[in-house]
């Protein structure tokens, strides 16, 4: 069993950056992701790493300004996010996958899940 927990979300103006944290227990864990959310939208990939080596995946939206790293000793996932914008505003979650087959884009490959923390980007 693994338990997710996220922190480091916040009010931000656009332009501003925020380092988004993911504590998790457990090590029966092959990738994490993050994934973000808005009001009435689906739930969408942004960044995943497998934890053995990490190797990253990237949405195409993030184009060069997040950054997805982990802290192997610390069973810390971390999402950097830069250069943010309004359309970034989302609840952000964190999720691990029991295996380390691909794609990992896919909301549903994923096992475990935590609550979100909120970002929200100012114009």
């Known amino acids: 069993q693994v338990q997710l927990v996220e922190s480091g979300g916040g009010l931000v103006q656009a332009g501003g950056s925020l380092r988004l944290s993911c504590q998790a227990s457990?090590?029966?864990?092959?990738?994490m992701g993050w994934f973000r959310q808005s009001p009435g939208k689906e739930r969408e990939f942004v960044a995943a790493?497998?934890?053995?080596?990490?190797?990253?995946n990237y949405a195409d939206f993030v184009k060069g300004r997040f950054t997805i790293s982990r802290d192997y000793a610390k069973n810390t996932l971390y999402l950097h996010v830069n250069s943010l914008k309004p359309d970034d505003t989302a609840l952000y979650y964190c999720?691990?996958?029991?295996?380390?087959?691909?794609?990992?884009?896919?909301?549903?490959?994923?096992?475990?899940w935590g609550q979100g923390t909120q970002v929200t980007v100012s114009s």
């Open positions: 999720a691990a996958k029991k295996s380390y087959t691909g794609p990992y884009y896919y909301k549903d490959e994923y096992d475990y």
């Open positions: 457990g090590r029966s864990k092959y990738a």
């Open positions: 790493i497998r934890w053995s080596d990490g190797s990253t």
